[in-house]
Structures are given as C-alpha cells and as structure tokens.
C-alpha cells in the first residue's frame, strides 16, 4: 500500500516537473549557453571567428557604452526608489484607510492602464505632453505659459513614464502584506508613544518588507530591461542600456557584441538585487512567495 | 488618597447608537479597578476612549488631574495592553519591549537596564533575544505587559488580556497579575466579562451592561447585595425565581411562584402595579436538611433530580414537590452529603435575608439561568 502511493505521488510529480523542465531548458538555458558562447567569439581580421574577450573589452573601451550602462542602472535604481515612495501610502490606503467598496474600486483605477498595451500607453503621454499637446493647448489658454514648451524627450518625463507603467507592480506585493497587518500594532505603537514618521520607519515599514523586496526586484528588473518608454520619451542623446543591445544585434548585426552586452546586463541586476537582499536583510526564497 | 483617574459623565454614540452611557468613576491611585460586562456591552470603546484612540461624544475624561481632551494617544500618560496584545511581530522581545522608551528618546545602559528589570520583574529573565513567535501564550501576555508597564504609566489599561488562555493558565495569570500590580504599584483598569477574574483580582468593579455602569462597588459588596437584577445574575451565581409579593396583614413581605410555593422576606418592597418581581437565591445560602430555627428560614421538601460533581464546586438540582423549577444547591464536598442519590428527598432552606427581589425587567443574561 504505501509503496504504491509512493510512487504515485512521484508521477504526479514528473508530470508537473518535466513541463516546466523542458519550458527551462528550451527556453531559457540553452538560448543562453548559446548566447554566453557567442558573446565569447569574435571575428578577426580576416574574418576567422574564434574565442575573444574583445566583445566584453570594447564595452570597458568605449565610454558610450558602460556611460549607458551605468546611467541605465541609475535611473532604474531611481526609477524602483521612487515609485516605492508612492506606492507605500496607495497601499496602505488602499488597505487601512478605504472602506472595501472604494478599495475596489481603487484596484481597478490602478489596473485599467494595463489592459492597453505599453505602446498605446506610452502613445497617450505623448498626445499630452508634445509641444502641440493638450495640456500645452490648456496651459497656453489659460496664460499660464506664454507659448507652448518642450515637454517630452528628457529625463523627467522619462521617469514619470517608467513609473506610470510599473506602479502597480509595486502596489500590489506591498498590498498583500499590508493586509495582514493588523490595525492594533499601529494602535500599540502610537499608544507606546512613536509619532507618524516612527510609526512608518519600526512597524508599517519593516512588517512590509518582504512585499517591498519583491515589488523593488519586478520593478527594478522591469525597468531595467523596458525599452518602449525610455526609447519614445526619453531624450534623443540619452540610451538606455537595452537600446544598446538592440542596436548591436539588429542595427549593426554584431550579435557577438550584443550578447555580451546582455550578460553584463544580468549580471548587473542580479547583482544590485544580492546586494540590496543583503542590505535589508531578507530572503530570497521569502521574497518570491 | 489621590485620583489617577476621572470619567465624568462619558458618553459616545456610533451613529445613532449608544455604545457607552453616561458613564462615571474615579479611580484611586495604585488601585485594581475592573469593569466587567457581558460582550458588546461598551467595555472596549471606553477603554478607547480614556486611552485615546476614541473621542467621546459627551463628558469628560481626567488623567491624573489633566484633562485629556485634544491629547492624542501618544501623549497621554496611560498604556493600553491590547484585547490581542499586538505585540510586534518583527522585533525581538527585547526591541518590543524598549519601543516606548526609545520613542521617548531614552537611549543606551538605561534603556537596556529598565528592560531587564522590567523582565525579571513579569519572570522572564533571560528572554531578551526571543522571537515573539517563540514565545507561549502566557510570555506573550507578560511581554504586552511589561511592554506597557516599563514606561510607568500614570494608569495601565488592560482589554481581557486574559482571553486568549486556556482555564488553567488563567487561573495562575489571575494571581500573578494581582501581584503584580500590587509589587510595581501601578493604578491597573482592568476589562473582562469573567465575573471570577473581575472578583479575584480587583479592589473595585464596576459592572457595565448595555453601555452604562449597574453597580460599582468592592467584590464583596457586588456578591452580597447587588443592586439590580443584572447584577445578581452577573456576579456570582444565582437561582432566580418569578415571584409575586405580598404583604400579609401583620405587615410581612412574602413571594409566591406560579406553583405556589411562599417564601418568607425580611426586607419590605414597594408594591405597586403588578408587584411581579425575580427573586434570587445562590446556590451557596441553601442549606441542606438546615437544623436552624424554623421561624428564620424558607425551608421546602424537594427530591433530587441529579448530583453536578464539579470538585469545589459541586452543586445538587433539586426540583420541589408539585413544581417543574429547578434549583441549584450547592454540595459542600466534605463527606456530609455522600448518601445524596437521585430521586432522594431532602429539605433544602436559606435564611429570609438570603433572598433579594427586582422589579421583573424579564432580561436574561444567559440563558442557563432560569
Ligand atoms: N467603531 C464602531 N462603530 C460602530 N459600532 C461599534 C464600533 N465599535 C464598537 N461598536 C459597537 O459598540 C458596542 C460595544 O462594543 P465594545 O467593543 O465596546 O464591546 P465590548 O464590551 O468590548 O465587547 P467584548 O467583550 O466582546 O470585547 C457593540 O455593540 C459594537 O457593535
Ligand atoms: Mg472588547
């Protein structure tokens, strides 16, 4: 009886495991074995491929390239930190201040922008942000401005676009833990004598963490690998890293260059993601549940 | 003696409903006070209010001499110990402990120096690095107690911190908290809707029903005359009857049941309307075969209908002859009464003064007794 069992449960294993093993390994495993190969090839001067740090030097040689890498960084690092900031009060309002028919009604507020695609979302900003936008026509209407200005193509609205579009992934994990939180610890602690800003730093914060680890890494990693909004609403003269990447592949067809280029990218994020892990103290494992 | 704490006249209204009625107490310093009350009768909501997360409707609360009207709840000089103690899941013992005094911007050896006495003080030395989810229930409930007590509040508040114990544990928390609070000196105002927790522990109670204060008196007082029918039914336990008074022609106050049965009075009623009162008796006035003089007590022939063995508090049910009520009597566990079987007859009685009657409100408390 019980060996019989046994060996059911571990058929019912294989069927779920090897799925999902061979969707890894097709997928995701060999694509990138064979993309670590390439980014080690190069083509010599008379056009002999064989092995080559060159593709992983000129990125160090070039100042273009590891500028857009280290701005690409920044930025997502920015971008992850501010929509944090905002996404921390919308949850717990969401949560503990809302009563359940708007807390509804709320989540749907904050989906509706991801039933259009990024491209039509990315399209409507700049509908309303170009010189011969909407809010340009109000504003110049109203006299506030004289003549209309330059609203797209830089930093700042590049960042307002890459928060728009990965609020909600922040919203969301920071949401499921802050409904477990219960009310009487924030009561305790005001009761105990800490004033608002204690109140956020030792329990709203800390309790939250976990959800706030894994909304940072999707959005973080979203941002860092998104291409459709800094490419249409950035500036002209600033790249992002995975425009780079794009350009070597399919503009200049070098996808020895490209692929390393994507290699130092991964190892980029998942090493700022150890890092801040490690910083804030919390686990991986936990983090992704 | 000086006042740590005031209600006057509080009152607080949730829309159009009357959570708590024009409540008013003073609390003594150093003294254990509780308000005992059945659920839903508005023992939280005052303890909200006088901590500070409500704001009364009507009335006023006073905290040693200041009126606390405007002060928020982190400024007052009271701790509220929560009705599921809330403590902080992601700090150690030691940090939940030291919240309030670092909040206070009290910092380093005198912080660490009052955490450990607080500690040694509730009996768990040593238990500074312990998760709170490795602690048991009754070291979680000392924990939320020394977390308020260690900023020596001018009144700790506590919500039923008992309720979430099992029976035996309770018990022991029950005199360790009245020792407690006697060591560290500290004015308690204690919630629960356990009349024996309420009694044991407390040097006054007050006994809260439908948001308004019944009584407010020592334990002693509130089980040997209480002053309304809620309150003999509340404290302690009580067979109650619904009589008719009489007054016969030499000017004595009787009871009659609908069977019939007459039981003597010492006390004179006002007989007015339909003069149907409840008359209560606890079990623990009735005596069995009682040899006292016939003339001071109501004495009547019942049969047994079973014997309640509970140890100490063993009881027998009695039903009178040509009656259907049953009474509750209770069976001193002294080997005395050993012969008792059921479907036995005894003569049960109780001195006249051992009955008190209320005008009939037909309000039952629980349901268990009749
Ligand atoms: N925020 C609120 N809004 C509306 N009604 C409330 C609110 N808080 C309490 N009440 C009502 O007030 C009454 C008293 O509630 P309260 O919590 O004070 O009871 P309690 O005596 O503490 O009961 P328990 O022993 O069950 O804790 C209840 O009928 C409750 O439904
Ligand atoms: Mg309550």
């Known amino acids: 009886m019980k060996r019989s069992s046994k060996i059911k449960i571990r058929w019912g294993f294989i069927i779920f495991f090897v799925p999902v093993f061979l969707w890894l390994l097709f997928l995701l495993i060999l694509p990138h074995i064979e993309l670590l190969r390439m980014s080690f090839v190069g083509t010599d001067f008379y056009g002999k491929s064989g092995f080559t740090f060159e593709n992983y030097w000129s990125f160090f040689k070039e100042p273009i390239y590891w ?13 992850t930190f501010l929509v944090l900031v905002i996404a921390l009060p919308v949850a717990f309002y969401i ?23 990024e491209l039509i979302r990315v399209y409507g900003w700049i509908i309303l942000l170009r010189e011969s936008g909407a809010i340009n026509y109000f504003l110049t209407k109203l006299h506030i401005l004289r003549e209309p200005i330059e609203m797209l193509y830089n930093d700042a609205t590049m960042i307002m676009g890459l928060i728009y579009t990965n609020m909600l992934f922040m919203v969301i994990p920071i949401i499921g833990v802050m409904e477990s939180l219960d009310d009487s610890l924030i009561e305790a602690a005001y009761d105990l004598g800490a004033k608002k800003t204690a109140i956020w730093a030792k329990i709203i914060i800390p309790y939250c963490l976990p959800g706030i680890m894994s909304g940072s890494i999707i959005v973080f990693m979203l941002v860092l690998g998104s291409y459709l909004t800094p490419k249409l609403m950035g500036g002209k003269n600033a790249l992002w890293f995975t425009e780079q990447i794009y350009n070597q592949i399919i503009t200049y067809f070098n996808w020895n260059q490209g692929a390393a ?8 994020s998942s090493l700022i993601i150890f890092v801040a892990l490690k ?9 992704i549940k | 003696m000086k006042i740590a704490l005031s209600v006057k006249n509080v009152s607080k209204y949730f829309g159009d409903f009357k959570a708590v009625d024009d409540v008013s107490f003073d609390v003594e310093d150093g003294k254990f006070f509780s308000i005992l009350g059945p659920s839903g009768s508005g023992k939280t909501t005052l303890l909200r209010m006088i901590a500070g997360f409500y704001t009364p409707s009507e009335g006023k609360i006073e905290i040693q001499g200041r009126d606390m009207e405007g002060v928020e709840p982190n400024k007052r000089p009271v701790n509220l110990v929560f009705q599921n103690l809330a403590l902080f899941p992601m700090m150690n013992v030691y940090e939940n402990i030291a919240f309030g005094l670092k909040r206070r911007g009290e910092r380093g050896k005198v912080v660490r120096e009052k955490v450990e006495m607080m500690l040694d003080r509730v009996g768990l030395p040593g238990f500074e690095n312990r998760k709170i989810n490795e602690l ?19 009144v700790l508040l506590l919500d039923e911190p008992l309720g979430a114990l099992d029976a035996k544990l309770r018990e022991n928390m029950k005199v360790e908290l009245k020792k407690l609070q006697a060591k560290v000196g500290t004015t308690f105002v204690y919630i629960t809707h356990d009349q024996s927790e309420a009694m044991v522990m407390s040097d006054y109670v007050a006994v809260m029903n439908h948001g308004h204060f019944e009584q407010v008196n020592t334990p002693q007082n509130l089980y040997n005359s209480p002053a309304s029918s809620f309150v003999a039914q509340f404290v302690g336990d009580n067979n109650k009857f619904i009589v008719k008074i009489q007054k016969d022609e030499r000017g004595n106050f009787s009871a009659v049941t609908k069977d019939n049965l007459q039981f003597r009075l010492d006390k004179p009623y006002d007989l007015e309307g339909d003069n149907i009162f409840e008359m209560y008796v606890r079990p623990e006035s009735i005596m069995i075969n009682p040899k006292e003089d016939p003339n001071k007590i109501n ?19 009695v039903v009178p002859k040509n009656s259907e009520k049953e009474i509750m009597v209770s069976l ?9 079987r059921p479907k036995d007859t005894i003569k049960i009685g109780w001195y006249h003064s051992a009955s008190v009657c ?13």
């Not at chain 1, 890498?69 to 690092?77: E, G, Q, V």
């Not at chain 1, 280029?261 to 980029?268: A, D, H, T, V």
């Not at chain 2, 229930?137 to 001018?154: C, E, F, M, N, T």
């Open chain 1, 67 to 79: 500028r857009t890498f280290a701005r690409t960084a920044l930025y997502s690092i920015t971008v």
């Open chain 1, 95 to 117: 949560t503990k201040l809302a009563g359940t028919k708007i807390q509804g009604f709320l989540m749907i507020l904050l989906l509706v922008p991801f039933w259009v695609s």
């Open chain 1, 261 to 268: 280029f994507g290699f130092l990218l991964l190892l980029m």
């Open chain 1, 279 to 287: 910083i804030t103290r919390q686990k991986f494992t936990k983090v």
């Open chain 2, 136 to 154: 048991s229930g009754g070291q979680k409930q000392r924990v939320a107690i020394a977390r308020s007590l260690v900023l020596d509040p001018g």
């Open chain 2, 299 to 317: 004495s009547i022939e019942v049969e047994v209908k079973a014997i309640l063995f509970d140890g100490g508090n063993s009881r027998i049910l």
């Open chain 2, 332 to 340: 001193p566990q002294n080997r005395k009464y050993d012969y008792l």
């Open chain 2, 358 to 370: 209320f005008k009939g409100t037909g309000e039952r408390v629980y349901e268990e007794i009749e």
